[in-house]
């Protein structure tokens, strides 16, 4: 049997104004114990990805202002899915389809040189692009500096540190990226808020743009024809 997968929806809020930003899109597996994060992002074909990023995006077309889907460097010059992305764009405009390029490590190295004319393309084409996990795995400041001024978006991850905001190492972490997002005139979202307190101090650091749980959680897109029962809980 093949391995279903579909995309949950999270919003993206901008607490300027105390509204609904945007949207992520988030892949996961069905699974006998409900839906789970894919074992390997990367396992998943480029063919199944184009064809469920074309179908959820059909969807969506007209609903939302921004919407993001997250994109390895090994799909970024996959040309079936770059297709599939370019085709995303057309059904959600005048929507944007913001390519998240995640810190997921491929199984090849692509330089800096192999990427960014792909990532001019989807600009081309009235996309924009986001530099996903920023500070962790392979999206360190070294490694995307090139990168950074075709960006419009930096995303900045709790959830991937062991501790939490309240850390000080956290912080100056936190400190430095929203110090790069105004040097280089770039949106940065703050995403893993799971609670009030993390809420609460978040907004010392000047951050409006804020994802997580807290908010809302990600939350199945049936695609036409499946069935009612298809919902299992979600979790991480």
Same mark, same amino acid.
């Given at each position: 049997?093949?391995?279903?997968?579909?995309?949950?929806? #999270?919003?993206q *809020?901008?607490?300027?104004?105390?509204? &609904?930003?945007?949207? /992520?899109?988030?892949?996961?597996?069905?699974? %006998? @114990?409900?839906?789970?994060?894919?074992?390997?992002?990367?396992?998943?074909?480029?063919?199944?990805?184009?064809?469920?990023?074309?179908?959820?995006?059909?969807?969506?077309?007209?609903?939302?202002?921004?919407?993001?889907?997250?994109?390895?460097?090994?799909q970024?010059?996959?040309?079936?899915?770059?297709?599939?992305?370019?085709?995303? #764009?057309?059904? *959600?405009?005048?929507?944007?389809?913001? &390519?998240?390029?995640? /810190?997921?490590?491929?199984?090849?190295?692509? %330089? @800096?040189?192999?990427?960014?004319?792909h990532?001019r393309?989807?600009?081309?084409?009235?996309?924009?692009?986001?530099?996903?996990?920023?500070?962790?795995?392979?999206?360190?400041?070294?490694?995307?500096?090139?990168?950074?001024?075709?960006?419009?978006?930096?995303?900045?991850?709790?959830?991937?540190?062991?501790?939490?905001?309240?850390?000080?190492?956290?912080?100056?972490?936190?400190?430095f990226?929203?110090?790069?997002?105004?040097?280089?005139?770039?949106?940065?979202?703050?995403?893993?808020?799971?609670?009030?307190?993390?809420?609460?101090?978040?907004?010392?650091?000047?951050?409006?743009?804020?994802?997580?749980?807290?908010?809302?959680?990600?939350?199945?897109?049936?695609?036409?024809?499946?069935?009612?029962?298809?919902?299992?809980?979600?979790?991480?």
């Open positions: 049997m093949q391995p279903i997968y579909r995309y949950f929806v #999270q919003p *809020l901008n607490l300027l104004n105390n509204t &609904v930003y945007g949207y /992520e899109l988030l892949i996961k597996q069905l699974t %006998p @114990d409900g839906w789970r994060l894919p074992e390997s992002f990367a396992a998943i074909s480029p063919q199944v990805t184009s064809d469920l990023l074309i179908a959820t995006t059909k969807i969506l077309g007209l609903k939302v202002r921004y919407c993001a889907v997250n994109i390895s460097r090994e970024l010059v996959d040309m079936t899915v770059a297709n599939a992305i370019i085709q995303s #764009q057309v059904q *959600l405009y005048p929507a944007k389809l913001v &390519v998240e390029l995640t /810190e997921e490590r491929s199984p090849k190295s692509y %330089p @800096d040189t192999m990427l960014i004319p990532l393309g989807f600009i081309e084409h009235g996309m924009q692009i986001s530099l996903d996990d920023v500070g962790t795995g392979i999206n360190d400041f070294k490694s995307i500096q090139e990168i950074l001024p075709l960006a419009s978006e930096l995303k900045f991850a709790l959830q991937n540190f062991r501790s939490d905001i309240k850390d000080p190492k956290i912080q100056q972490k936190l400190h990226w929203r110090a790069i997002s105004s040097e280089y005139g770039l949106r940065l979202i703050l995403e893993g808020i799971e609670d009030a307190e993390d809420d609460q101090l978040s907004s010392h650091f000047d951050i409006n743009l804020r994802q997580g749980y807290y908010y809302g959680k990600p939350r199945l897109l049936r695609l036409p024809g499946d069935p009612v029962d298809f919902e299992y809980p979600a979790t991480n």
